[in-house]
Structures are given as structure tokens and as C-alpha cells.
């Protein structure tokens, strides 16, 4: 008979988890198709993460936190975090297939964790802050709202890739293009 490896499982649950919850959504999102993705019994599901909500609450955290450490505000390069936000988007897109079943499914209503999720933005927010009050970047614009055109800007072609496909085009020279034309804009928005 083969060793338990808890943590073995539970990164299997968790990975199974991502998928179906960016596949199908919190309401769609089936703990018997992650069990079996998992090869995991749904018990050990529950035990481990808690009810499905809990369970899709803690998968978007550790995506959002993967998010934080693999690619940090530069106020100092926002064209290069620019860069490295899309890049970041095209290789893991279900970190915003996550983001936007929350939104679909919780509204504006309070979220789980979501002081959690408030604290990781004041980081990014304070590293906005920071450019500004160094002048590296315009105050013109309040840093919350600067991050969150800025985020906008950059997450909007993988989000909706149909409407950059018929409005941009689909060639590399489209895709290059529009990526230049996002770092302008972000340009413009910062400048001093």
C-alpha cells in the first residue's frame, strides 16, 4: 500500500480546483469533478479547504498572491511591469478567468477574505504612491484609481481576446502593435 502525502493531495486538489473553477465558474464548479480530477475523495476536499465557496475563495488568494511576487508594481518601469503583467496574463489566464467569475457571481456584494484582498492593493497602491510622491509618476490621478486603469489597460486583451481579434486583428504584428499601443496609453496616463 502506497504512503498518504497530504500535501501532495492537497496540492492536486488545489490545481484540480483552478481549472474547474475557471472552466465553470463558483455556481458551476462541481467538488465531484475535482475529486476525481484530484484523485482525492471529496471528504479530503472538505477537510483540507472547507465548503466549495472557501475552497474557490482560498484558490483565487494564492493566484492573486502568485500574481503579487511573480510581477510587483514598478513605479519606477511601469512600461516593463506593463510588459511583464500581459506576459504574466497570456501564460496563466485563469488567474483572470478566476477574477472574473467572482465578479459575475459576488457583484459589488462583500467578498470572502476580503480584507485580505484589500490589504494585497494597498501594497500595490503604495508602490504607485511611492512614484508619485517621488514624481515618477503623475498625482494627478488618486494611486488607487491609477492602478486600477493601469490593471485595466494591460488585462483587457486577454480577457476579452475575441474583441482584440476583430477590433486589432490576430497576427503577431496586431498583437505587437496593441501591446505598444497599451504601454502609450499607460505612458499618458502616468506622465508628469
Do not use: C
Not at 11 to 16: G, L, M, Q, T, V
Not at 57 to 82: N, S, Y
Not at 117 to 141: F, N, S
Amino acid at each position: 500500500m502506497a504512503a498518504r502525502d497530504p500535501e501532495a493531495t492537497k496540492a492536486r486538489i488545489f490545481e484540480a480546483a483552478v481549472a474547474e473553477f475557471a472552466r465553470h465558474g463558483i455556481a458551476g464548479a462541481r467538488i465531484d469533478r475535482i475529486a476525481a480530477e484530484a484523485k482525492a475523495n471529496k471528504q479530503l476536499i472538505y477537510a483540507y479547504f472547507g465548503n466549495k465557496a472557501e475552497l474557490f475563495a482560498i484558490v483565487l488568494e494564492r493566484k492573486m498572491l502568485h500574481l503579487a511576487e511573480a510581477v510587483p508594481v514598478d513605479p519606477d518601469d511601469l512600461e516593463g511591469w506593463i510588459d511583464r503583467l500581459m506576459d504574466y496574463h497570456a501564460a496563466h489566464p485563469e488567474l483572470l478567468r478566476l477574477l472574473f467569475w467572482e465578479g459575475l457571481e459576488y457583484g459589488s456584494t462583500e467578498l470572502p477574505h476580503e480584507s485580505d484582498r484589500q490589504e494585497h492593493y494597498r501594497r500595490k497602491v503604495a508602490a504607485l504612491r511611492d512614484g508619485q510622491e517621488r514624481g515618477v509618476v503623475t498625482d494627478a490621478i488618486p494611486a488607487a484609481d491609477l492602478l486600477f486603469l493601469l490593471t485595466a489597460l494591460a488585462n483587457w486583451t486577454a480577457v476579452v481576446p475575441q474583441m482584440r481579434r476583430i477590433l486589432v486583428g490576430d497576427e503577431d504584428t496586431d498583437r505587437d502593435r496593441l501591446r505598444a499601443s497599451v504601454k502609450e496609453a499607460a505612458r499618458r496616463l502616468t506622465a508628469r
